[in-house]
């Protein structure tokens, strides 16, 4: 089983509509959790961090469920230019910090 | 400010060719640094981490090496490339707090 699961999409929504993108983790001893994204062609950029709290920064709200090992990235009022491809990533304490990528959720917002 | 930089951007080489790509951080010191690859409908691949000049983690078993002979510089390199070796090579640091930024990437097609 790979450590990170997303569903692939494509999600393809209108401007103005709200998406939910999730994703599960295999590893309990996970440490730190994220949200990057990558557009066409290029390396993939931080989109924030996940805490247990739950955080939003404007229209992105992520959730953590570590009883559940499950993540949620929602994204409210969607712009064109968020278009993207979206990962989640997970943090364990072996193999030096090194990121664990889901495969990516892409979406595709349409006017 | 800190940056990453990799290079060659872009590279098409015969299968059975020598490959080196470098990577460089600047404004920084000590920093751990990683390899990425990034296949075709794949999602991102761990292949090497570094925590130090020398010291160097390999996490996929393949004919792709890595070295660090200086402490902002890391090397990713093979002997004789495999068709297998295509797709987009990323090089990545911690500035802390486990986040990673990634460099621009660099597309590699074996032919």
């Known amino acids: 089983r790979k450590e990170v699961e997303q569903d692939p999409g494509p999600f393809n929504v209108p401007e103005g509509a709200t998406v939910a993108f999730n994703c599960t983790y295999s590893?309990?001893?996970?440490?730190?959790f994220f949200w990057y994204r990558q557009d066409c062609r290029k390396e993939p950029k931080l989109l924030m961090s996940v805490y247990s709290s739950g955080n939003e920064d404007g229209r992105f709200t992520a959730q953590l469920n570590r009883a559940s090992q499950y993540i949620s990235l929602l994204i409210r009022d969607s712009k064109l230019s968020d278009s993207a491809t979206y990962l989640c990533v997970v943090i364990s304490s072996n193999s030096g910090y090194a990121l664990n990528f889901g495969k990516g959720t892409s979406l595709l917002v349409t006017p | 400010s800190q940056t990453i930089h990799q290079w060659p951007a872009t590279l098409v080489q015969p299968v059975g060719s020598p490959l080196s790509l470098e990577c460089t951080v600047e404004?920084?010191?000590?920093?751990?640094l990683y390899w990425y690859r990034q296949a075709a409908g794949r999602g991102l691949q761990l292949l090497f981490y570094s925590v130090g000049i020398g010291q160097i983690s390999s996490e996929v078993p393949q004919n792709l090496s890595a070295s660090r002979p200086q402490d902002r510089q890391f090397i990713l390199s093979s002997k004789k490339l495999l068709l297998s070796d295509s797709g987009f090579y990323l090089c990545?640091?911690?500035?802390?707090?486990?986040?990673?930024?990634f460099g621009p990437g660099t597309r590699l097609t074996v032919t």
């Open positions: 590893n309990s001893a996970s440490q730190s």
């Open positions: 404004g920084t010191s000590n920093p751990n």
């Open positions: 990545a640091w911690i500035p802390g707090a486990y986040e990673q930024y």
